[in-house]
C-alpha cells in the first residue's frame, strides 16, 4: 500500500508535535531535549511506515562475491554493519549497510530481509558504517578539481581544512595452468584535502606542506615530532595533522 505524501508529512508533524509536548512537559526544554525527541519522532515516523519507505524501491543486487578467489568487493566487512543513510533527504538509522567498492554502490537488505537491494546512487548523500562517514562529492565547474564523483570516506571535517579518502576496487582476471580462471580484488587509494573551497591531492608529505604553507614552520615540526610517515600512514597522518593545523588557525 502507498502512503500519499501529504499524509506522511502530516505525520511526521505529528509526530513530532507529540514527542515535543511530552519532552516539555516532562523535562527542561532545552536544544539537547529537542533534538531528541525530534530524532525520537523520525523513528517513530519511519517504524509507521516501514516497509513502504522509498527506501526499499532499489533495484535488486546481484551477489558476485563468491566469484572472487582473492579480496572482497566490499568495504572491510562481508556481512551487513548496521549504519545510517541519507536518501532523498532523509536520514535513516539503523540500516544493514555493504559498500560495494567496484561498483561504487550502497548495498541494503529488502524490506524483509530476503534479498539485497542497490540503494540509487543519485538519491544517496551520505552513509555511515564500521565507524566510519562517507560523503557524496562532486568536482566543482572549474574542471581543474581532482576530484570526481562518488563517496569519500571522511577522515577529519571542520570549516578550514578537511581530510577525504576514496577507496576503489577492481576485478583483474587472469588465466592459471592450476586454478584456470582466476579473480582478484585490486585496492586503489587516493586521498584529497580540501583548504577552504579548493581541493588538492595529497601523496606526500611535500603535498601536506605546501597546502598548509602558512603554517609551515609549525606543521613540520609536529610531523617531525610524532615521527609521521605520510606514504605509509596516510589515514591517521593526515587526520593529525588536519586537525592541528585547524587548532593553530583558530587560536
Known amino acids: 500500500m502507498r502512503i500519499d505524501l501529504r499524509l506522511k508529512v502530516l505525520l511526521l508533524l505529528t509526530c513530532c508535535t507529540y514527542a515535543c509536548s511530552v519532552s516539555a512537559q516532562t523535562i527542561t ?19 509507521f511506515l516501514s516497509p513502504q519507505t522509498s527506501l526499499y524501491n532499489g533495484s535488486e543486487y546481484v551477489d558476485y562475491a563468491y566469484t ?28 544493514p ?14 524490506a524483509y ?7 540509487n546512487t543519485e538519491k544517496v548523500t551520505g552513509f555511515s558504517m ?9 568536482p566543482d565547474s572549474s574542471g581543474k578539481s581532482p576530484i570526481r564523483p562518488g563517496f569519500y570516506d571522511v577522515l577529519y571535517n571542520s ?30 587509494n ?9 581541493y588538492y591531492t595529497v601523496n606526500s608529505k611535500r603535498d601536506v606542506l605546501n597546502i598548509t604553507k602558512d603554517k609551515k614552520k609549525e606543521v613540520q615540526q609536529f610531523i617531525r615530532k610524532n615521527k609521521f610517515n605520510i606514504r605509509k600512514q596516510k589515514d591517521i597522518a593526515l587526520a593529525k595533522i588536519a586537525a592541528y593545523y585547524n587548532q593553530l588557525t583558530i587560536k
Open 190 to 198: 587516493d586521498y584529497f584535502i580540501k583548504k577552504g573551497t579548493i
Open 159 to 188: 570549516d578550514i581544512i578537511s581530510v577525504y579518502k576514496r577507496q576503489t576496487k577492481k576485478v583483474l582476471e587472469s588465466v592459471t595452468v592450476t586454478l584456470g580462471l582466476s579473480r582478484t580484488i585490486d585496492e586503489q
Open 130 to 138: 564500521l565507524n566510519q562517514h562517507f560523503v557524496k562529492l562532486s
Open 29 to 47: 526544554a532545552d536544544t539537547s531535549n529537542y533534538a531528541i525527541a525530534i530524532q525520537n519522532a523520525i523513528s517513530a515516523y519511519h517504524q
Open 68 to 95: 572472487i578467489n582473492e579480496g572482497t568487493p566490499f568495504f572491510e566487512d562481508t556481512q551487513f554493519s548496521n549504519g545510517t543513510v541519507t536518501y532523498d533527504d532523509v536520514l535513516y538509522t539503523n540500516v
Open 113 to 119: 530481509s530476503r534479498g539485497k537491494i542497490i540503494l
Open 97 to 110: 549497510i555493504l559498500y560495494d567498492e567496484v561498483l561504487e554502490e550502497v548495498v541494503i537488505k529488502d
